[in-house]
C-alpha cells in the first residue's frame, strides 16, 4: 500500500510515495540515494543509522518513512556547508577518530546532538552519550577526543 | 625530520592526517550497499533453523506466486561446479567434507543456507524467502568441541568415522626428560571462547553476470579481493579472466571477510540464471550465523618448572571448533596458535598437539590474531599460575623466563625464527609506566570504597607479516604469502601506486603515500594508491594477519627503489654523467656536489614518457612492479599492563588503567599506529568482558543480535595510555613489522591477569572469559562458601 509523504532533508523538500512499511533509513538511502546513512544492525543497538528529526537525535532504522512526513530531517550530507567541513567532521579527520568510516557518519550525527543539547559534557558524559554508537575499529579514544574537540569549537564560535 | 604533531602530508615516520578521511566524513563513502547496478534484484537466503537436519524437500511454490519474485534456486538448480573450496590443508590429511553453496541432502548449522529467493526489492525478497516451506527432520547435534570427541557423539558428517578434523602435533626430542627431570608441575586448563568478529559493516555483495560474454564481474565487502576471483571462476566454471572483482569502500573486517562465502558464489551463479545483477546485503542477525567465528579452543597446560620459576619444559593440549566445515583457512588457525605456544619465553623443550573438530555450530576460521590470541592468553594466564604457585612475583616469573636480547635471531621450539627483540624492555616501561611498584597502595585504597582492585600483565610476541611462501606451502596451504606492488609515474609526475593489500581501515593509501614521498621524492599529494579491483591490479594477496606493511609496504618500497633506479639511468644520460657521478638528493638526482646539475623526478619522468632521448637498453616509463615474497616473518612484541576494579556487590569488572607498551619496529605513521592499538585493545577487552558466541545443546545461537552478543561501547573503555620501543626488525629493509593485531592479541590476558589478581584476596586463582558480571559474582560467592 503506497502513501505520498513529504520530507525535507538537508533543507530539500522532497514528495514520493512510499510503502507504509518503508524504513526512514531505506527512504534516504534507496528513494533519495543518501546513503551516507548506514545500517550496522536489525535492534536498534549500533547507532549506524543515527540522524536528526526535527533537531531530535533518532534511529532511521527504527522509524517508518511515513513518520516523517512534513518534518526535517538532517543527515551527514547536510553537515558540510559551501564545500567546508562542519566542526564535527573537521575533529573526527584531526583527531584521527576514524578507520573504516562505516560508523562514522552515525556517530558524527549522535556526537553533534550531544554537542547541541549538552556543551559543557565531561568526557565521561560523552562517553555515556555515545553507548548507542558502537564502533569496532578505533576503541572511542579519538572519537571521544574528536567530540571534545569540536565541543570546544563550537562553543567558541 | 620525523614528528608526532599532526601534519596535513608528510613522509615515513610523520603524523599525517588520513587522505581517506574526506569521504567518509561526508557519507561519500561507497560501501557495497550504496551501489545500484541497472536492473539490479536483491537475494534474501531461506536459512536452516535447525542445528543438524535432513532436508526432505523444499516447496517454493507460495514464494513463486508473489508478484516481482523472478526465482528460487536450491541445490538442484543453482548453477555452480563444486562447493566451497579451502585454501588450508596443513599436513595433507585434513578432512574436508564438501559445503555445497545451498545445502544437499543436510544441513549442519543453524544458518547454513538452504535456499536462495531473487525478486525485485529486498523486502519482497525476504517476504519471499519466509514463504518457502521447507521440510526438516531434526538428527542429534553436538555444538561442543570436546562432546565431539567422546565416542558415541553424533557426527557432523556421516561420511567420516568421528569428528575429527585433523590433529596437529609437535613433539621436541628432549620433551619428555625434560618434562620427567622438573622439580615442580603446574597444570592449567584455559578456555578461549568462541566469539564473533561484528565489523560494523556487515558482509555482501553483487552479482553481474553477462551471459553473452561469460565475464562476471563480483562486488563484494571483503579483504581477499583476488582469492575470491580465483575461486569464483572455479566454483562457477567460468574462466578466471572473465572474473573481476572490485572491492568497495569496506567497513570493517578483522578476517570475517578473510575469506571465500557461499554468497559470493550464490549471487553470481544467481546473476547468470535471472540474467541480471543480484545483490545480497547481510542483515546482523545473519552475520551472528553465516560469517565465520572465531577462536573456540579449549587448552591444557602443563609445565614442568624449577624451583625459580623457569619453564624447562611444556605440554600443551588443545582442541580446536572448526564448525561445521572448514572455510577458508579454518585448519591453519590453530597451526598459529601451535607457532606461538612458547610465546616470548625461552622454552625449548614442548609437546603440543591441537585436535580440530568438527561440530553443529558456523566455521570458525580467521579472528583478529587468528590462532595468536588464543597462544598468548593461555601462556600469560599460565605464566601468573607459576608466580601464584611459587610465591614470585607475575612481572619477575616473566623476566627469568624471557628470550634475552642477545639471543636474537632466536630459534623456537616450534621451527620459527624470531627477528629481533627486547621482551626485558618493553616489560620494565611499561612497569614503569603503570606505576606497577606502587600498585599495594591502590588495592587498599578501592578495598575502602568495595572495590577488589587487581593489576595484570601481558607480555607478548606475536608472528606476522604472513607469509614466507615456502612457509605457507611447507603448511601444505595451497596459496602463497607474497605480495605485489606497481609504481607507475604519469607524464605530470604524479604517481600511482597499485597495491595487493585491501586496507579497510587501515589508512593505506595515507600511508603508502608517505613512504612514496621518502623514498621517490614525489609529494604525498601527488600520490594515489589503487586497490582491491582484480582489473586494474596483478594478483595481490590481500590484507591480514598483520601483513599489510611488512610485505606489501616491502612490495611498494622495492618498486619505489627500481623507479628511483631507472631515473638514475636516464638522469645519467641526459646530465651527460656515469651513474655514479650522480647522488639523490630525496627528489632529484644531481651530479655530486652540484645542484644546477639535477634533474628532479618529475623532470625524469616526463623524460621517460617522452622518449625523446633514451640510454641503451632502458624501455619507455617510469614504472616498476615487485612481487615480494618475504624471507622471514616478523615477529612485534610487547608489554600490557591492566588495572581492574571489582564492584564486591555487582560483580562488575571495570578497567581502571590501561598501559601498552609495544615494539613493531620502525613506524610509518604513529597516528595510525596508535589507532590500531588503541581498536586492537579495545577487541581483546571485548572478549575479556563481554562477548561469548552461545549455542544452547540442540545447536540454536542464542546470541543472535548486538543486544545478547555485548560489544564494548564508549562507555565501557577506559582511556589508555600508549608508548613504543623501536627494535626494527633485520628481515626487511624499512625494518617494520606490523602492528593490525597485538592489541588484541595482548589485552585479553593483561586484563584477566588483573581480575584474578584482584580476586586473589578471596582465594581465587582463575577466571575464564567473558567475565560478565553474572560469571565474577558467582565465583565471588563460590570463594567466600
Known amino acids: 500500500m503506497g502513501q505520498t509523504i513529504t520530507v525535507t532533508v538537508n533543507g530539500t523538500a522532497h514528495t514520493a510515495e512510499v510503502e507504509q512499511r518503508t524504513l526512514l533509513v531505506h527512504f534516504l538511502r534507496e528513494t533519495l540515494n543518501l546513503t551516507g546513512t548506514h545500517i550496522g544492525c536489525d535492534t536498534s543497538t549500533c547507532g549506524c543509522c543515527t540522524v536528526h528529526l526535527d533537531g531530535e537525535t533518532v534511529l532511521s532504522c527504527s522509524l517508518l518513512a511515513v513518520q516523517a512526513d512534513g518534518r526535517a530531517v538532517r543527515t551527514v550530507e547536510g553537515l558540510e556547508q559551501n564545500g567546508e567541513l562542519h566542526p564535527i567532521q573537521r575533529a573526527f579527520y584531526e583527531n584521527h577518530g576514524l578507520q573504516c568510516g562505516f560508523c562514522t557518519p552515525g556517530m558524527m550525527m549522535s556526537a553533534l546532538g550531544v554537542i547541541e543539547q549538552h556543551p559543557d559534557a565531561s568526557d565521561d558524559e560523552i562517553r555515556e552519550a555515545l553507548e548507542g554508537n558502537l564502533c569496532r575499529c578505533t576503541g572511542y579514544q579519538n572519537i571521544v577526543a574528536a567530540v571534545r574537540s569540536a565541543a570546544d569549537e563550537m562553543a567558541r564560535s | ?785
Open chain 2, 1 to 785: 625530520m620525523a614528528t608526532t604533531e599532526r601534519l596535513t602530508s608528510g613522509g615515513v615516520g610523520d603524523a599525517v592526517l588520513r587522505k581517506e578521511d574526506r569521504k567518509f566524513v561526508t557519507g561519500e563513502g561507497r560501501y557495497v550497499d550504496d551501489l545500484k547496478l541497472p536492473g539490479m534484484l536483491h537475494a534474501a537466503f531461506v536459512r536452516s533453523s535447525f542445528g543438524h537436519a535432513k532436508i526432505n524437500s523444499i516447496d517454493a511454490s507460495a514464494a513463486l506466486a508473489m508478484p516481482g519474485v523472478h526465482a528460487v534456486l536450491t541445490n538442484a538448480t543453482l548453477p555452480v561446479e563444486t562447493g566451497v573450496l579451502s585454501a588450508s590443508n596443513p599436513g595433507g590429511d585434513v578432512r574436508h567434507p564438501e559445503q555445497a553453496i545451498l545445502a544437499k541432502e543436510f544441513a549442519r548449522y543453524v544458518g547454513e543456507p538452504v535456499a536462495m529467493v531473487i525478486a525485485d526489492d529486498r523486502y519482497l525478497a525476504r517476504d519471499a524467502a519466509d514463504a518457502v516451506q521447507v521440510d526438516y527432520d531434526p538428527v542429534p547435534v553436538v555444538v561442543d568441541a570436546e562432546k565431539a570427541l567422546e565416542p558415541g557423539a553424533p557426527l557432523v558428517h556421516a561420511e567420516y568415522d568421528s569428528n575429527l578434523v585433523k590433529t596437529l602435533a609437535h613433539v621436541t626430542d628432549g620433551f619428555a626428560d625434560a618434562l620427567a627431570k622438573a622439580p615442580k608441575k603446574i597444570s592449567l586448563r584455559v578456555v578461549n571462547q568462541r566469539v564473533t568478529p561484528m565489523p560494523m559493516e556487515t558482509r555482501g555483495c553483487i552479482g553481474d553476470w553477462s551471459n553473452s560474454t561469460g565475464e562476471v564481474t563480483l562486488y563484494t565487502s571483503t579483504q581477499v579481493a583476488h582469492f575470491v576471483r580465483t575461486f569464483v571462476s572455479i566454483v562457477c566454471g567460468t574462466s578466471e579472466a572473465k572474473v573481476r572483482v572490485v572491492t568497495p569502500d569496506v567497513g570493517g573486517g578483522f578476517g570475517a571477510k578473510l575469506n571465500t562465502y557461499r554468497e559470493e558464489f550464490a549471487v553470481c551463479a544467481a546473476s547468470k540464471v535471472v540474467g541480471r545483477p543480484v545483490k545480497w546485503i547481510e542483515d546482523r542477525t545473519e552475520n551472528a550465523v553465516a560469517t565465520i567465528h572465531g577462536r573456540d579452543q579449549v587448552q591444557y597446560y602443563e609445565a614442568g618448572v624449577d624451583e625459580n620459576g623457569k619453564i624447562l619444559a611444556l605440554k600443551f593440549d588443545a582442541v580446536q571448533n572448526n564448525g561445521a566445515y572448514n572455510q577458508l583457512l579454518t585448519p591453519s588457525i590453530s597451526h598459529l596458535t601451535l607457532f606461538m605456544v612458547p610465546g616470548c619465553y625461552d622454552i625449548q623443550d614442548v609437546s603440543i598437539t591441537i585436535r580440530q573438530v568438527f561440530t553443529n555450530t558456523t566455521p570458525t576460521d580467521a579472528y583478529r590474531g587468528a590462532g595468536r590470541p588464543e597462544a598468548t592468553h593461555g601462556i600469560e594466564r599460565l605464566m601468573d599460575a607459576i608466580a601464584d604457585d611459587l610465591g614470585i612475583d607475575a612481572a619477575e616469573v616473566r623476566r627469568r623466563n624471557f628470550i634475552k636480547a642477545d639471543q636474537f635471531p632466536y630459534a623456537s621450539a616450534t621451527g620459527l625464527s624470531y627477528d629481533s627483540g627486547d621482551y626485558h624492555a618493553t616489560l620494565e616501561v611499561a612497569l614503569e609506566l603503570s606505576k606497577y611498584a606502587g600498585f599495594e597502595a591502590r588495592r587498599a585504597e578501592a578495598a575502602k570504597r568495595g572495590k577488589y582492585r587487581g593489576i595484570g600483565l601481558s607480555t607478548y610476541v606475536e608472528v606476522c607479516g604472513l607469509a614466507p611462501s615456502a612457509v605457507t606451502a611447507a603448511l601444505g596451504i595451497g596459496a602463497p604469502g607474497w605480495e605485489h606492488s606497481t609504481v607507475r609515474l604519469h607524464p605530470t609526475g604524479k604517481a600511482t601506486v597499485i597495491t595487493g593489500t585491501s586496507p579497510h581501515g587501515q589508512g593505506h593509501a595515507t600511508s603508502w603515500s608517505q613512504i612514496t614521498q621518502t623514498e621517490l621524492g614525489i609529494p604525498f599529494d601527488d600520490v594515489e594508491v589503487i586497490h582491491g579491483d582484480t582489473a586494474f591490479q596483478p594478483y595481490g594477496l590481500g590484507t591480514y594477519g598483520s601483513r599489510s606493511l611488512a610485505v606489501g609496504g616491502i612490495a611498494l618500497y622495492r618498486s619505489l627503489g627500481k623507479v628511483r633506479e631507472k631515473a638514475r639511468e636516464l638522469a645519467a644520460h641526459l646530465l651527460e654523467c656515469s651513474i655514479d657521478d650522480l647522488e639523490w638528493t630525496g627528489t632529484s638526482w644531481q651530479v655530486k656536489g652540484s645542484p644546477d646539475r639535477a634533474k628532479t623526478i618529475q623532470e625524469l619522468a616526463y623524460a621517460g614518457w617522452t622518449s625523446a632521448s633514451l640510454p641503451e637498453g632502458i624501455e619507455p616509463v617510469l614504472e616498476a612492479t615487485t612481487f615480494h615474497d618475504p624471507p622471514n616473518f616478523t615477529f612485534p612484541f610487547g608489554t600490557h599492563v591492566c588495572e581492574v576494579e571489582i564492584d564486591q556487590a555487582t560483580g562488575r569488572v571495570e578497567v581502571v588503567n590501561y598501559t601498552a607498551v609495544d615494539d613493531c619496529g620502525n613506524v610509518i605513521n604513529p597516528m595510525i599506529v596508535d589507532g590500531q592499538v588503541h581498536g586492537g585493545i579495545i577487541q581483546g577487552l571485548g572478549q575479556a568482558l563481554f562477548e561469548e558466541t552461545v549455542y544452547s545443546e540442540d545447536g540454536h545461537m542464542l546470541t543472535p543480535t548486538l543486544v545478547e552478543y555485548l560489544v564494548p561501547s564508549a562507555a565501557d573503555v577506559p582511556p589508555m595510555t600508549l608508548h613504543r620501543t623501536t627494535t626494527p626488525s633485520p628481515s626487511n629493509p624499512m625494518g617494520v613489522k606490523g602492528i593490525g593485531e597485538a592489541g588484541t592479541i595482548a589485552a585479553s590476558s593483561a586484563i584477566v591477569n588483573a581480575a584474578v589478581d584482584a580476586l586473589s584476596v578471596i582465594g581465587v586463582r582463575h577466571l575464564e572469559m567473558p567475565m560478565q558480571p553474572a560469571r565474577i559474582w558467582n565465583v565471588m560467592q563460590e570463594a567466600k562458601s
